[in-house]
Nanobody, 117 residues
Framework: QVRLVESGGGLVQPGESLRLSCSAS????????RGWYRQVPGKLRELVAV???????KYSDSVKGRFTISTDNTKTELYLQMNSLKPEDAAVYYC???????????WGQGTQVTVAT
């Protein structure tokens, strides 16, 4: 079992920055995908960014160049640096840890990001 706890969400104005953190605990054996997703009411949860062991991080087109995903070498901390935030970035952000075939698949409880004047 893996437990994930997100933090760092909040209310910011357009153009500002936020850094989200995801703290993981538990059995990390076989966990290779670590990513950030977001969801707004009435829409499907969507991928924001993902790190897969040994592979260059991937980003959704909507955040490429503005967001950066990073992690520590122990796999216990995952970060999302969000710059130049836009109102359309407002959502609940979730971190997700998964095994290579998603047989082990864990989600955090989410952290709210609000971007408004």
């Amino acid at each position: 079992q893996v437990r994930l706890v997100e933090s760092g969400g909040g209310l910011v104005q357009p153009g500002e920055s936020l850094r989200l953190s995801c703290s993981a605990s538990g059995n990390m054996i076989g966990i290779v995908h670590r990513g950030w997703y977001r969801q707004v009411p009435g829409k499907l949860r969507e991928l924001v960014a993902v790190i897969t062991s040994g592979i260059t991080p991937k980003y959704s087109d909507s955040v490429k160049g503005r967001f950066t995903i990073s992690t520590d070498n122990t796999k216990t901390e995952l970060y999302l640096q969000m710059n130049s935030l836009k109102p359309e970035d407002a959502a609940v952000y979730y971190c997700r840890y998964s095994s290579v075939n998603y047989g082990r698949d864990y989600w955090g409880q989410g952290t709210q990001v609000t971007v408004a004047t």
